[in-house]
């Protein structure tokens, strides 16, 4: 653990869309001090951090050795690939290196091979934390289960995620889930549930924060075809393609849903493509808490120039901001429920 006198040494591992927010993020809280960069782009080798951040040189070069970031030994890896590697974050936990991370990971618990026990068996191995965050999940269900606090009881917890996705200009991730493809729902369905095992875990730890255990994790797919081709600029989704998608993920106990996520993605209907069938967004999130009283909130975010709006500081910043937080708590594989209030530092 840092001592409280001086920063709090963090490496950042990776530098895509969500990593560069994650490192303008650090270079600018005067708690955090980078101290190494891992990036699996060979062509970003020896570059400096500051300058793929597109500010001044900081000092720390990019390396795509995950080797030398271990060496460092930092206080804290910010982890976010777009998908986790168990056996790289067995490696860093076990060599005492605490992680936060958005790699579409909660605790491991609806991963394959068993990768729950062996992330809390490395983290128990070094005496370090694995805590697994980013905006939608795991952030938005932390707020939808603080707002519980002022019911009585509570029956069942949904949060929606309904917006279109355009600014996430990230080719792989929305071919991965269908978008440009045929409206196959199975097909699609097979594809999330692969790719989406952190769904199922905040489902299962949202139901467990309100004292139900889920005996079943059910998911539902529904999508939508563009009526006309169209060209985003880093994706084609031709006409008759997948355009949108309308994903809901429920933890079930007895045949009951007590917690849902859904996810409403499109992709250009802000642009005025049309689609079948249209949607209407909520452009941000909605939470829905049926209980006694029954809740609702509805969460968005709005830049103020969205010209220079940077779209990775959303899924960061709850992860750079928990770095502090991660770093004081006890051994273990953790949520955000386990923490303390994660808070933005004010910037007066």
């Not at 068996?121 to 519980?148: F, K, R």
């Not at 004081?328 to 910037?347: K, N």
Request: proline share 7%.
């Amino acid at each position: 653990m840092p001592e409280s006198t001086r920063p709090i040494r963090v490496a950042q591992w990776t530098s895509g869309i969500v990593g560069i927010s994650a490192i303008r993020a650090i270079l600018d809280d005067p708690r955090l001090e980078l101290v190494g960069l891992y990036s699996h782009s060979p062509d970003k080798r020896g570059q400096d951090a500051g300058t793929l951040a597109g500010r001044d040189p900081v000092g720390v070069s990019a390396t795509d050795d995950g080797d030398v970031i271990l060496a460092l030994h930092p206080d804290c890896v910010v982890y976010m690939p777009h998908w986790p590697d168990i056996a790289e974050l067995e490696r860093i936990l076990s060599r005492g290196i605490n992680v936060v991370t958005t790699a579409r990971l909660v605790n491991g618990e609806y991963y394959p091979d068993n990768a729950g026990a062996r992330l809390a068996a490395a983290a128990e191995a070094g005496q370090s934390t694995l805590v697994g965050t980013g905006m939608n999940p795991m952030h938005v269900p932390t707020v939808a289960l603080a707002a519980t606090a002022m019911c009585r009881h509570v029956s069942r917890i949904s949060v929606t995620e309904s917006m279109d996705c355009f600014l996430y200009g990230n080719a792989p991730t929305w071919s991965g889930y269908g978008f440009g493809g045929p409206p196959d729902p199975a097909a699609i369905k097979a594809a999330l549930i692969e790719a989406e095992p952190d769904y199922a875990e905040t489902v299962s730890a949202m139901a467990r924060a309100i004292g139900v255990e889920i005996d079943d994790v059910d998911l539902s797919v529904d999508c939508a075809v563009a009526l006309t081709d169209r060209d985003l600029g880093f994706l084609q989704i031709p006409a008759g393609s997948v355009a949108g998608i309308d994903a809901v993920w429920s933890g079930m106990r007895a045949g009951k849903q007590v917690t849902e996520l859904r996810t409403t993605w499109t992709l250009g209907t802000i642009l005025g493509h049309p689609q079948e069938p249209e949607w209407s967004l909520a452009n941000g999130y909605v939470v829905r808490i049926s209980g006694d009283p029954n809740v609702k909130l509805k969460i968005s975010f709005t830049p103020e120039d969205f010209d220079s709006f940077d779209i990775g500081t959303t899924t960061a910043m709850p992860a750079v901001n928990a770095i502090a937080a991660v770093v004081s708590a006890r051994p273990g594989v953790f949520t955000p429920l386990d923490l303390p209030i994660v808070a933005a530092r004010a910037h007066l």
